[in-house]
T-cell receptor, first 119, second 115 residues
Framework: GAGVSQTPSNKVTEKGKYVELRCDPI?????LYWYRQSLGQGPEFLIY????????DSGLPNDRFFAVRPEGSVSTLKIQRTERGDSAVYLC?????????????????FGPGTRLTVL | AQKITQTQPGMFVQEKEAVTLDCTYD???????LFWYKQPSSGEMIFLIY??????QNATEGRYSLNFQKARKSANLVISASQLGDSAMYFC????????????FGQGTELSVKP
């Protein structure tokens, strides 16, 4: 079946502009995660949705970052007044609900990422 | 405090040999999960193997096995019979079960397989 998809694959913007990054999770996956991966680093957690609600947004770096998942499927990560330091690959992942037993069900499937470059 | 530590920025292995990638973690939780992901140069994150903190046996998935030493808080990945296609970045990650589903990743190890 289809995996996690993210659009756009690449986004170049100017400092101060607003950007939206979209994530389309695997059908039926109720949990959705956003991570940010800077060059040479491991992914860093941003926000986690269980259904429509943000269960944990502790990783959002500041109030310029916001994410929504209004219908419990597609999610949009929104960044206002972009800064050069926001340049990174933004990864989205989805998984079945964590309340299922067993290890394999907790696996997070990652999308290909959106490479954001802020000039 | 860093919760996942991967001390090997880069590793080399000869094709067909086995290689161990180190990972240590820090948590006060009793219930957690440990994961390894592979990230080729294409950028996708590929799940390799999972170990739950209560699992008594080390996880295995084909050529991958996880050497889980709970008392030492280590979760090393062993790749047997290395192949050229194994060349990639490898990330160890942890999920603390009382912290939702978020993964905390290490800095990664870049593995290069020599022909």
């Amino acid at each position: 079946g289809a995996g996690v998809s993210q659009t756009p694959s690449n986004k170049v913007t100017e400092k101060g502009k607003y950007v939206e990054l979209r994530c389309d999770p695997i059908s039926g996956h109720t949990a959705l995660y956003w991570y940010r991966q800077s060059l040479g680093q491991g992914p860093e957690f941003l926000i986690y949705f269980q259904g429509t609600g943000a269960a944990d947004d502790s990783g959002l770096p500041n109030d310029r970052f916001f994410a929504v998942r209004p219908e419990g499927s597609v999610s949009t990560l929104k960044i206002q007044r972009t800064e050069r330091g926001d340049s990174a690959v933004y990864l989205c992942a989805s998984s079945l609900t964590r309340w299922l037993a067993g290890g394999a069900e907790y696996e997070q499937f990652f999308g290909p990422g959106t490479r954001l470059t802020v000039l | 405090a860093q919760k996942i530590t991967q001390t090997q920025p880069g590793m080399f292995v000869q094709e067909k040999e086995a290689v161990t990638l180190d990972c240590t973690y820090d948590t006060s939780d009793q219930s957690y999960g440990l994961f390894w992901y592979k990230q080729p140069s294409s950028g996708e994150m590929i799940f390799l193997i999972y170990q739950g903190s209560y699992d008594e046996q080390n996880a295995t998935e084909g050529r991958y096995s996880l050497n889980f030493q709970k008392a030492r808080k280590s979760a090393n990945l062993v790749i047997s019979a290395s192949q050229l296609g194994d060349s990639a970045m490898y990330f160890c990650a942890m999920r603390e079960n009382n912290q939702g589903g978020k993964l905390i990743f290490g800095q990664g190890t870049e593995l290069s397989v020599k022909p």
